[in-house]
């Protein structure tokens, strides 16, 4: 998982979160099922507003103990 932070106006301030759109790119997933994993309680995120923010740091962590993206997705749809 490595993306740009476009959304911020200068080089030298990191991106501490990560949108919906972004952690879906980076996961290989739609943004819908990212919003659903993250309503759900299964995804570590949070609200602001409207939009759902990550902590691109929790969600590798979320990916290491649920395995790949795809395997975690498939196994929190049985």
């Known amino acids: 998982m490595n993306l740009n932070c476009e959304s911020t ?20 997933m739609g943004v819908k099922r990212i919003q ?5 309680g299964s995804l570590p995120g949070f609200k602001v507003g409207r ?13 290491k103990r649920n395995g790949s993206p795809k395997q975690a997705n498939a196994a929190l749809s049985e």
Do not use: H, K, Y
């Open 36 to 40: 659903a994993l993250a309503r759900m």
């Open 9 to 28: 106006s200068s080089a030298e301030i990191p991106c501490l979160l990560w949108s919906e759109r972004q952690i879906a790119t980076a996961l290989g």
């Open 51 to 63: 939009n759902w923010q990550f902590d691109p740091d929790e969600v590798r962590s979320w990916v």
